[in-house]
């Protein structure tokens, strides 16, 4: 079956896979999944590395041996964006994971850049109190 | 941080205000989502190892929309002075967590098509954005940085007559807002 490059934004990163569109399901063959997103389906289920995640029906999840987008997104309990017909998606983090780690109380790191394109991290400025301010023009 | 399109939008705002601390711009609501930030401004305490010490709350740095809010800034930054120079005010970690707004699967699942919606409009898939612009919004109603923040990107006037149907809905609410004393003029006890 034909593939096409599909763009996959999975946790902020943006990759480019090849996918077989088939009306609006992104099929996606196990050596592209294990390449791109490091699961695949053996006997006990969806692997990645030692986890592995049960797979109640593996044939609606990966009908014809291509792993399904959307069934795949289920299976791992994660949002899916998908704007299949632009060629893009979104598998983005699960509520119970995002709300644990504010649970956690660590405050999560990131690298953003100022007016000037510098980046900066939170990790830097450990040592010091912090006052993280969200705000937008709007 | 400016949760902004782009870094062009907060920069007359940044440049009159000569700030000394990083000014960043988020346009791609990484911030929102790590620290579940509902609306602007919102702001949380972290402490010199790392720690959220006070979850997100709304509060306000002046009075001038002391009208349309209600909250008064004077109190809130009694707060945050007594917590830099003397540590105070900062919360034990239960009360934290009890006063953390936390995400739900519908909000996470707005956040994924707000992210989608975005990178269609950059790559210039207009229609398509607005779908998942909408589709976000009707996940999340109540997330102002997916209904307010796209009206620039949409078209619309974020401070106009869009806006105030919105405003007609109820402002997002964080659990801290009913601990921090600011709707009322007396400075904290």
């Known amino acids: 079956m034909a593939t096409t490059a599909f763009t996959l934004i999975d946790d902020d990163e943006a990759k480019t896979l090849q996918a077989t569109l088939l009306d609006e399901r992104v099929l996606l063959a196990p050596e592209v999944l294990r390449e791109a997103l490091g699961w695949e389906l053996r006997d006990q289920g969806l692997c990645r590395g030692p986890l592995c995640v049960p797979v109640a029906d593996p044939e609606h999840l990966a009908p014809g041996g291509r792993i399904d987008l959307c069934q795949l997104a289920e299976v791992l309990g994660r949002p899916l964006a998908l704007a299949a017909r632009e060629g893009v998606a979104v598998l983005g983090t699960a509520a119970p994971e995002r709300a644990s780690r504010l649970a956690s109380l660590e405050a999560p790191d990131f690298s953003l850049p100022d007016l000037e394109g510098r980046l900066h991290t939170l990790a830097e400025q450990r040592g010091k109190k912090v006052l993280l301010i969200a705000y937008a023009s709007w | ?189």
Not at chain 2, 28 to 41: C, F, G, I, S
Not at chain 2, 62 to 79: N, Q
């Open chain 2, 1 to 189: 941080m400016a949760l902004d399109r782009c870094a062009e939008d907060p920069r007359p705002f940044i440049e009159r205000a000569q700030p000394t601390h990083p000014s960043l711009i988020d346009t791609e609501h990484r911030l929102a989502e790590l620290y579940h930030v509902v609306n602007v401004p919102t702001l949380i305490w972290i402490d010199e190892n790392g720690r959220i010490c006070r979850p997100q709350d709304a509060q306000f740095g002046t009075d001038t929309f002391t009208a349309f809010h209600g909250k008064h800034s004077a109190p809130y930054l009694d707060l945050l002075r007594r917590w830099v120079q003397e540590g105070a005010g900062a919360l034990p970690p239960e009360e934290v967590r009890q006063h953390q707004l936390v995400p739900s699967p519908e909000s996470q699942q707005a956040r994924s098509e707000r992210r989608l919606a975005w990178w269609l409009q950059e790559h210039g898939h207009a229609e398509a954005a607005r779908t998942h612009f909408e589709r976000a919004a009707q996940l999340a109603p109540r997330d102002w940085t997916i209904r307010r923040g796209s009206m620039p990107i949409l078209g619309q006037n974020p401070f106009g007559p869009e806006f105030f149907a919105l405003a007609e809905e109820g402002a997002p609410e964080y659990p801290m807002e009913a601990l921090t004393p600011t709707r009322q003029t007396s400075p904290t006890g």
